[in-house]
């Protein structure tokens, strides 16, 4: 299901996670579950998967992340600000050390300023900030926008981990 490179990034995530003692969680919307889904591929995975949270719609952003209403009425679903609030909204609603989320338009569709292939992560980590990227992929299609975003999202978590 997943390519080798991303399988292999995968590893490297898990076994920096697994050497510095560290637990992750993640916050998804457009990946739908993906990158969790890719980190717990390999055998072992609960040494530093914690849990992952699909929260594809803005309720459930509210709801189980505890993003701010003000936020998705500013800024918007798809936005840095809503990235950064499920990043530390899913460390707050877990025992992870390390959060990643990730929210955008994986297509088709998409609006001026947030066309297909706009996508938005952030990483949190207790007690060391939380940090935003906006990515835009293009028009790639469905499929190949989410696994862009699950690459972009493997590789901020193994920024922070190191």
């Known amino acids: 299901m997943f390519t080798d ?3 292999q990034l995968s590893q490297r995530v898990q076994d920096t996670a697994r050497e510095k003692g560290m637990r992750v969680v993640t916050a998804e919307s457009c ?3 993906l990158v969790g889904g890719l980190l717990t591929e390999l055998a072992g995975s609960s040494d530093f998967f914690e849990r992952g949270f699909v929260t594809y719609s803005n309720h459930a952003k509210l709801e189980i992340l505890g993003v701010s209403g ?3 009425r500013t800024y918007g679903a798809v936005s840095p600000e809503c990235a950064h609030a499920m990043a530390e909204g899913a460390l707050k609603a877990s025992r992870a050390q390390l959060a990643v989320a990730i929210t955008g338009v ?3 569709g998409g609006s001026g300023d947030k066309p297909e292939g706009y996508v938005c992560f952030a990483t949190a980590m207790k007690d060391a900030g939380t940090f935003t990227r906006e990515e835009r992929f293009g ?3 469905r499929a190949n926008v989410r696994l862009a975003s699950v690459k972009v999202a493997l590789e ?3 920024e922070r981990l190191v």
């Open 139 to 141: 028009a790639l299609g």
């Open 70 to 72: 003000a936020v998705i």
């Open 31 to 33: 990946t739908g579950g």
């Open 156 to 158: 901020m978590l193994l």
């Open 106 to 108: 994986a297509g088709p």
């Open 5 to 7: 490179d991303l399988i």
